[in-house]
Structure formats: C-alpha cells, structure tokens
C-alpha cells in the first residue's frame, strides 16, 4: 500500500515537472540522459546481486519457506487426522453407550421376569402348602368326625344294652319299661350335654 502510494507520487512529480528532468545544467546530464559505462556497470552489479541472492539469500529463504509450508500442512493433516479420530472415537463411544444402555434395559427386563417367575412360584408354593393344610385339616375332621360317631355307636351300644339290662332286670309291665327307658335317655342327655 505505501510502495503504490510512492509509486504515485513519483508518477505525479514526472508529470508535473517533465521539464527539469530532461533539463541538463551546464556540465551535469539530465535524469533521463543514458550513459553507457553508468548503464553496463549498473546492469552488471544487479545480474551479480540477483546471483548472489539466489544462491546464498533465495535459496534459504525459499527452502525455509517451503519447510515452514510443509510443516504447517503437516500439522493441518495431522490436525484432520486427529480430528477424524476424536470423530471416530466419539461415534464408538456414543455406540457402546447404546449398546450399554441396552444391555441394562434387558437386564432389568430379565429382573423383572425373574422376580415375576419367584413371585408365582412363591404364590403356587403358597398355594400348594394352603391346600395341604386345608386337605390335613379336612382328614383331622373326618378322623374326629369317624372317632366321634365310632363313640356315639359304642355309646349307643353300651346305652341299649344298658336299657336292655334294666329292662331284663324290671319287667314289670310296658307302661314301665317306657318310663325306664324314657328316663334312661334323658339321665345320658344330661350326662352329654355336662360332658
């Protein structure tokens, strides 16, 4: 920007003043005039400082700039590279975290069926016990029901031959065989309803 600016004003003061510098004073060549020996001299120190500084100054300039470019695409690819990476580890990260996520959702589903599965083994084992008990509580009955009528038929039993054996030992007339009877059931009545 400031080597156009100093371009144009050059450019500038060429056009503004083109009479002093083609003017010559006395003695003294004008600004355009051409000398040759000046011109060689010139030419020949500008081809021996462009040598000079393409051997000694472009080259290491160069070659620093092309080490500083490859280093710098270098570190842009290792950059990409790196950056593919953290993507891809990401995606697999984000991958075993669904395949986690699923593993809990069927453990929990297992643990479900599982607790499920003990609850109604537990409740047909309840079941099971309850009516076992019930069928032990039904044959207890039945066995005291049976003890209970086996007793009621020796009493029975006992009781006829008792009013057979009073009968036989007052047999008087019917009307007192009924009374002794009559009084007979009601003396084991009592005796039951006290037992």
Not at 105 to 126: F, H, M, P, S, T
Not at 142 to 165: G, N
Request: hydrophobic share 45%; aromatic share 4%.
């Amino acid at each position: 920007m400031r080597m156009h600016r100093s371009i144009a004003a050059a450019l500038a003061a060429v056009a503004a003043f083109p009479a002093v510098l083609w003017a010559a004073e006395e003695g003294q060549p004008g600004l355009f005039s051409v000398n040759l020996g000046l011109s060689v001299w010139t030419i020949v120190i500008f081809l021996s400082l462009l040598f000079i500084l393409r051997k000694y100054a472009w080259g290491p300039i160069l070659s620093g700039l092309e080490a500083r470019e490859e280093g710098i695409q270098g570190k842009l690819d290792k950059a990409a590279e790196e950056r593919e990476e953290a993507s891809r580890l990401l995606e697999e990260h984000r991958s075993q975290l669904a395949d986690t996520r699923r593993e809990a959702q069927q453990l929990i589903a297992e643990a479900r069926a599982a607790g499920e599965r003990v609850r109604k083994d537990l409740e047909e084992k309840a079941r099971g016990e309850a009516q076992g008990i019930v069928e032990a509580a039904r044959r207890d009955i039945e066995r005291e029901r049976d003890e209970a009528l086996d007793t009621i038929r020796k009493q029975s039993v006992e009781l006829a031959l008792a009013a057979a054996e009073k009968l036989i030992q007052e047999r008087l007339s019917a009307d007192r065989d009924r009374e002794l009877v009559e009084s007979f059931l009601s003396d084991m009545t009592s005796e039951n309803r006290e037992a």
